[in-house]
Nanobody
Framework: QVQLVESGGGLVQAGGSLRLSCTAS????????MGWFRRAPGKEREFTGV???????YYADSVKGRFTISRDNAKNTVYLQMNSLKPEDTAVYYC???????????????WGQGTQVTVSS
């Protein structure tokens, strides 16, 4: 079992930055691809980005060039650096762990509870 806890969410003005953290316990994240997802009000949960076990990353077009995922296996933590935030980035952000690289919600075995990010205009 892997327990995931997100932190770092909050209220920020458009154009600002936030860094989210996802800290794991129970097992090491080095064996997992780690994804970030978000759910905006009234919408389905959507893929945001993923970091492979090797460190390679892949992003949704909507965040490419603005968001960066990194991982620190020694700290069992994954980060989502969000720059140039827009009001449409407002959502609950979730991290998740999958045994292999995935760009959809399917195949992720473990999920955090989420952290709210609100971007004001």
């Amino acid at each position: 079992q892997v327990q995931l806890v997100e932190s770092g969410g909050g209220l920020v003005q458009a154009g600002g930055s936030l860094r989210l953290s996802c800290t794991a316990s129970g097992r090491t994240i080095s064996s997992y691809a780690m994804g970030w997802f978000r759910r905006a009000p009234g919408k389905e949960r959507e893929f945001t980005g993923v970091i492979r076990r090797s460190g390679g990353t892949y992003y949704a077009d909507s965040v490419k060039g603005r968001f960066t995922i990194s991982r620190d296996n020694a700290k069992n933590t994954v980060y989502l650096q969000m720059n140039s935030l827009k009001p449409e980035d407002t959502a609950v952000y979730y991290c998740a762990a999958a045994p292999v690289f995935r760009t959809t919600t399917h195949g992720y075995d473990y999920w955090g509870q989420g952290t709210q990010v609100t971007v004001s205009s």
